[in-house]
């Protein structure tokens, strides 16, 4: 089955720095990579998505790229914010049917004013 | 956009009692739900998936028998932890997928279960 390994387990970054968090998989099936925050108490919510027939994916201040030949794909925030701290899931599924999620491991990022 | 509502966000139960938790998807006919068991700092562990009038499947490891989940129709999936134990105590969140074309899932805001 698919195996997504997620670094790094956590993360502190300055007000205003930016902060990149990096993510294997090992099936080349998989074809659709979200990430997702989580804060406290919380059940995850998307904040961006890639598919594998794009390399990269810009939403704001928050990009997504994608190396297919490397099963290699990141999160990248930035100009972070306080408010940005949590933790961060990266994740790996495959197009089609009722495939399930495979998740990473995740990161907690710590904004620090 | 897609929402999914979970219920109860937090139960208390006593040992040997059953607790059952709610996933509605709002505006959206979802037909798959999945549920996930998460520990302290930990990623989401899959327990199950399921499938609109189907029987759920679950993950090597988690007791079908204790983990009762129905999905009996398109906006509406339970688990039911049976003679709960301490050790069943956790962070559960179910997610919801929709059209196919889109390959998000929504994730439901979680159920925090203290067994006592």
């Known amino acids: 089955g698919e195996n997504v390994e997620q670094h790094p387990s956590t993360l502190s970054v300055q007000e205003g720095d930016s902060a990149v968090i990096k993510c294997t998989y090992s099936?080349?099936?998989?074809?659709?990579f979200p990430w997702y925050k989580q804060e406290l108490g919380k059940g995850p919510q998307l904040i961006i998505d890639?598919?594998?027939?794009?390399g990269e994916k810009k939403d704001q201040r928050i990009a997504v790229t994608l190396n297919k030949t490397a099963k290699h794909f990141s999160l990248h925030i930035t100009e972070t914010q306080p408010e940005d701290s949590a933790v961060y899931f990266c994740?790996?599924?495959?197009?089609?049917?009722?495939?399930?999620?495979?998740f990473g491991t995740g990161t907690k990022l710590q904004v620090i004013p | 956009g897609a929402v999914v509502s979970q219920h109860p966000s937090r139960v208390i139960c006593k040992s040997g009692t059953s607790v059952k938790i709610e996933c509605r998807s709002l505006d959206f006919q979802a037909t798959t739900m999945f549920w996930y068991r998460q520990f302290p700092k930990k990623s989401l562990m899959l327990m199950a998936t399921?499938?609109?009038?189907?029987?759920?499947?679950?993950e090597q490891g988690v007791e079908k028998d204790k983990f009762l989940i129905n999905h009996a129709s398109l906006t509406l999936s339970t688990l039911t932890v049976t003679s709960a134990h301490p050790e069943d105590s956790s962070f559960y969140i179910c997610?919801?997928?929709?059209?196919?074309?889109?390959?998000?899932?929504?994730f439901g805001s979680g159920t925090r279960l203290t067994v006592v």
């Open positions: 099936d080349s099936a998989s074809n659709y």
């Open positions: 997610s919801a997928r929709g059209d196919r074309r889109n390959y998000g899932y929504t």
């Open positions: 890639i598919r594998s027939n794009v």
């Open positions: 994740a790996a599924s495959i197009r089609g049917g009722y495939q399930k999620v495979t």
């Open positions: 399921s499938n609109e009038g189907s029987k759920a499947t679950y």
